[in-house]
């Protein structure tokens, strides 16, 4: 017996948070707008239009961005390698002027 009610007092609690979670959902539902409401309404074309020219404008910019840091890249690792060059060419001249300097 004593099984039974434990199980009944753990239970009730669940049981009233689901009837308070369902309560507030069926409360807030007439709330929330549909996502593609404000696109059936008469204005709906004009605004997907907007939505989607705007959608482009970011993409645009985006891939802006990602060309001048590929050119920035580009550059750097020029850069790096002419620098790489002339400290290899200034260590091979080194190394001549010193076994020349020895014969």
Do not use: Y
């Not at 539902?29 to 404008?57: I, T, Y």
């Not at 961005?65 to 260590?91: A, D, G, H, T």
Request: aromatic content about 4%.
């Amino acid at each position: 017996m004593d099984e039974v009610t434990t199980e009944n007092t753990v239970e009730a609690p669940k049981s009233r948070i689901a009837i308070r979670c369902a309560q507030v959902s069926i409360l807030l539902s007439p709330l929330k707008l549909p996502r593609n409401h404000r696109l059936n309404s008469k204005n709906g074309q004009q605004e997907r239009e907007l939505m989607l020219k705007a959608e482009v404008e970011d993409l645009r910019r985006d891939l802006l961005k990602e060309r001048v840091k590929n050119k920035k890249l580009r550059l750097c690792s020029l850069m790096e390698f002419s620098v790489q060059i002339i400290l290899l060419l200034s260590l091979w001249t080194l190394c001549l002027m010193i076994a020349f300097e020895f014969l």
